[in-house]
């Protein structure tokens, strides 16, 4: 993976990172997992993003360099992973919303349960984190090169697989088209709007 790809703006670099594969290596093993959902936050201009009021110890990897992960707890419960885009010192990231696993599928399954649909084990930020191995430990880990952690190039996504729209229960800035994901694919997850959302200009 060149860094000059990912050295643009959140919702240009979005839709690239379809089909591109992140790997993460575990003293348990090793799962690979290719992606097929993910959202762009454009930081201090975009509302729902956590770098919308600044830089903060939190949200700091966020504002790059570029090709970094930026790792959160969700609700206290479950951790979510991102791709770092853009210019150092701006902040900018790609929420990984689900994927389709393509190696360690054992391992996926025995950490997400041994009833979960393959289609299933990483549809949702948390459960794409939860099957791959993602903690708080990886939170700024070099996905280029480093080494428990890798964003690689996938299969190339024909451009009329890519479906756009609004992001995933958010509340604001929710109707931003800057959700993208391969249409028809059966890991991606379903679409929901929070319930605080509101109207917002669009971007």
Not at 53 to 76: D, E, I, K, Q, W
Not at 90 to 116: H, K, N, P, Y
Request: proline letters at 6%; glycine letters at 10%.
């Amino acid at each position: 993976m060149n860094v000059d790809l990912l050295s643009h703006p959140a919702e240009e670099v979005a839709p690239k990172l379809l089909g591109c594969v992140l790997t993460c290596k575990t003293p348990e093993g090793t799962v690979s997992i290719a992606v097929t959902e993910a959202e762009a936050y454009s930081g201090t201009a975009d509302p729902a993003s956590h770098a919308y009021r600044g830089r903060t110890p939190r949200n700091a990897v966020m504002f790059g360099p570029a090709g970094h992960l930026y790792v959160y707890r969700s609700h206290g419960l479950h951790w979510c992973a991102n791709v770092v885009t853009g210019t150092d010192g701006v902040a900018s990231a790609v929420l990984i919303r689900a994927g389709r696993v393509i190696e360690g599928q054992d391992l996926a399954r025995e950490r997400r349960g041994e009833r979960v649909e393959s289609p299933r084990l990483a549809r949702g930020p948390g459960n794409f984190c939860q099957a791959l191995g993602i903690t708080a430990e990886h939170n700024g880990a070099d996905l280029l090169t480093g080494t428990s952690v890798v964003l690689s190039e996938g299969e190339s996504v024909p451009t009329a697989l890519i479906q756009v729209g609004p992001r995933v229960g958010v509340s604001k800035a929710h109707d931003w088209q800057h959700r993208f994901y391969l249409a028809g694919d059966p890991t991606v997850s379903a679409y929901r709007l929070s319930p605080r959302a509101k109207p917002s200009a669009g971007a």
